[in-house]
């Protein structure tokens, strides 16, 4: 068995967002033999956002700490530390309203490793 510490990765990588000029950082999770799930922890700085990107496949994210905006065409919502948010199936927009961290968990078709 593994443990990770989410606060210590946190601020981590919210000291890394912090040190870039994309205001930006992230680090893919640690995982088991199955891959059928992709985590990856991101920060961001406040004022700084993910561009607009395609769906990743079923998605949601998790906010550790501070306040993103989650956007898609017309339609928006908000997460702050505790929240987690489903991904839309269309192109969409993350957005740190303050400087924040989020996991980033995404279904993979992904099979059993030496499979």
Avoid: C
């Avoid at 989410?6 to 930006?24: C, D, F, N, P, Y």
């Avoid at 999770?29 to 700084?48: K, V």
């Avoid at 339609?75 to 740190?96: K, M, N």
């Amino acid at each position: 068995m593994d443990k990770l510490s989410l606060r210590t990765a946190t601020k981590e990588q919210l000291a890394s967002a912090r040190s870039t000029s994309s205001g930006r950082s992230s680090v893919a999770m640690p995982g088991g033999s199955r891959r059928q799930l992709r985590q990856t922890l991101i920060a961001l700085t406040a004022g700084n956002a993910l561009d607009r990107h395609e769906n990743p496949g079923e998605a949601s994210l998790i906010v550790l700490t501070g306040h993103i905006r989650l956007s898609a065409g017309d339609d928006s919502v908000e997460g702050t530390s505790g929240d987690l948010l489903v991904v839309p199936e269309e192109p969409h927009t993350v957005e740190a309203v303050e400087d924040s961290a989020v996991i980033l968990t995404v279904g993979t078709s992904g099979t059993t490793a030496g499979a």
